[in-house]
Each structure stands twice: as C-alpha cells, then as structure tokens.
C-alpha cells in the first residue's frame, strides 16, 4: 500500500446549477473521492452561468449542501462583467474565460471584450483560459502584454505544449494543464463508440500530438480531468454535447503509466498537488491523504463509478493501481468502494 496525499483536480464541471441530471454536487464529489480527488475547482458554465454575485451564491449554497470533498467555484468572464468580478474574487477559484467559441452569457466575441478582464480581475487571483491552437497563442500574448499569469485548460495539441515552452523561456507567466483523455487517447482510438461517445473539446489529437505531450511532461504543470458528464441519451443523440467524464479514472490511469515507466510517482505529486496549489493559491488539506494498491489490478467499468453520467471512454480498460481508503482532514471519507464521507462536509477553501 502506498500512500499519497490529496489529488487536487482544478477543472469540474458539476453541472450545478441547471443540468443535475448529469451531475450534481453530491455526485461529482463522490467522484472524486472514490478517485483519490479531496479537492476540486468547479467550471462556471452552468445554466445559469456563475458570472455575477447571486449566481456565485447559488453554485455556493448547493456545494454547501452536498459536496463530500473541499472545492472552490470559478466565475465566468462575460462580455459586461469584467467590472463587477473583482469584488467576487476572493470569494472563487479564479476567472474562468472562454476565448474560443461558447454560447450564451460566456461568449466573448473579439479581443476587446478580454481586455478588461485582463485590466480589472485582481492578479492575486488566477486566469483560466479555454483557448485552443492560435487563440492560445493570443492568450499568452495577453499575459505578457498585462503581466500577469495565465494557466491553459486541457492542452492536446504538438503546436500548444511546443508555443507554452517557449513562452515559460522567455519568462511569459503562462502555466498549463492536461488531461488523461488526451494523454492516454489519440484520435484513432474509441473507433469501437457512437460518433457521441468520441465528441470532446478539445478534441483528441494525433498520436503525434500524444507524443509530443508525453515528450514534453516537464513542460506541464498540472493534470486535470474536464470531468464533462453527459448522460448516455445525449451522448447518444443526434446533437450529442461534447465531454467525458474523468474524476474516477485520472489516478489509475496515472497509476498504470507509473508501472509501464511512463510516469513518476513524484510526476503524479508534483503536477495533482504541489502544482495546482501554487497555480490557484490553494490552502493545505491537513490530515488528508489516499492509500493506494499499487499491486491491485483490475478492470474500469461505468458500473462501478459513482458519477450519474453513466459511461466512461475507458470501459473494460484494464489498470494497475486501486484507491483503497481516503482520508480527509481526519476522517475516513471513502473505504472499499464506499463513500463515507457525508453531504456538506467539504469544506469552501476560499472561505
Ligand atoms: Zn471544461
């Protein structure tokens, strides 16, 4: 048995408020915490968005509630809300902005619309860019224009991780952050599953893209899952949105690439804890720590998970490394398969 300390997974899509037929916050943190996860950083678009006070209270008073595991809610940068976001601040994970194309309250349409966020967000606090291929290349722009640092959501392509490690060269305060699905999954793979079941965003690259991702680890900062549940009816549907879920398979999937000598055991520390906290200013869980079975092998089924999506794009994939127990600021959150942990006793780390 191994021990590790908490996974920190800085970007969650709860889906609370609006869609809790996927997602809520009573299911995500079970998630998590039956995937060694004691801390996530929840995404803003929900429906409605968290963009404002009174949404941010709502994301806040559910968590309140229900969730098993500490988290923090980002809000979302909009086209008219740049002035209001600072005074909430403190009180979220970071601004979260969508520079490539999303719809509704989100949507920042052109490059004058980033600038006050950039101006006015307090740079105590973190930037998250969804930005992909060249909007990428504008975001870090961004941060070497304003000074201030930025950190990328889910990287998947050769030309990113390659631009990010130029740009940390030249002193550019840019961090980044990948995700199982686009380490462990190239755009060749999944041939066996609806046309649905493969849709994510960023989509999943080339192998040569995958290559350079592993080639390049000491490039990223943190790993990260854009757990993105959506049920199998919509993913299964003529419109099916795109997303995996993640939270349960991100620590044996990692676990496994430590076996294979793919990994380090430090690689997972360094980039699931002691990174994310430095990015995002996240305090110490005390007593708070995962035992693993590195030796325990089995088989990843949906069955067994406890998010309410009901798949995994790693179904049947066999893996090397069990989380038996997990422990959260003292107490036994999760055991042999059950979660302990009750509704409302994570804690709000930005409090
Ligand atoms: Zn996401």
């Known amino acids: 048995m191994i021990k590790l300390p908490g996974l920190i997974d800085p970007h969650v899509h709860v889906r609370e408020p609006g869609q809790t037929h996927k997602e809520d916050w009573d299911s995500a943190t079970q998630a998590a915490l039956s995937g060694g996860v004691t801390m996530?950083?929840?995404m803003p678009n929900t429906k409605p968005p968290i963009f404002d006070a009174s949404t941010l209270d709502i994301a806040l008073d559910a968590a309140k509630q229900k969730a098993r595991c500490d988290y923090a809610q980002f809000i979302g940068a909009g086209?008219?809300?740049a002035d209001i976001l600072p005074n909430l601040a403190s009180k979220a994970a970071g601004l979260k902005m969508y520079l490539d194309s999303t719809f509704g309250e989100l949507r920042l349409d052109d490059m004058t619309l980033w600038m006050p966020h950039f101006e006015k967000f307090p740079k105590g606090y973190p930037i998250v860019l969804h930005s992909e291929s060249r909007t990428m290349a504008a975001g870090i722009l961004f941060a070497a224009l304003y000074d201030r640092p930025v950190h990328i959501a889910h990287i998947s392509l050769k030309?990113?991780?390659l631009l990010i490690k130029a740009a940390k060269e030249k002193g550019i305060k840019v961090t980044c952050e990948v995700c199982p699905h686009h380490l462990f999954l190239n755009n060749e793979d999944l041939t066996g599953l609806t046309y649905g079941r493969r849709e994510v965003r960023?989509?999943?690259g080339t192998k040569e893209d995958v290559d350079s991702l592993w080639k390049n680890m000491d490039?990223?900062?943190?790993?990260?899952?854009?757990h993105a549940p959506h049920t199998l009816t919509e993913k299964d549907s003529d419109n099916p949105p795109p997303g995996f879920p993640g939270l349960e398979t991100l620590l044996p999937l990692l676990l496994t690439a430590v076996d294979q000598g793919q990994l380090t055991m430090d690689d997972i520390i360094q980039k699931s804890v002691i990174n994310p906290r430095e990015i995002f200013h996240l305090p110490e869980q005390p007593e708070t720590w995962v035992e693993v079975d590195e030796h325990a092998e089995y088989e990843i089924h949906a069955a067994d998970q406890f998010t309410r999506c009901g798949w995994t794009p790693f179904e049947g994939w066999k893996v090397k490394g069990k989380v038996r127990k997990v422990v959260l600021r003292g107490k036994t959150a999760f055991e042999d398969g059950k979660i302990l942990a009750e509704?409302?006793?994570g804690e709000n780390i930005r409090k």
């Open 40 to 42: 996530i950083l929840a």
């Open 79 to 81: 086209p008219d809300n």
């Open 159 to 161: 030309e990113e991780v």
């Open 202 to 204: 960023p989509q999943l």
């Open 219 to 226: 490039v990223i900062d943190c790993f990260a899952t854009d």
């Open 343 to 345: 509704p409302g006793s």
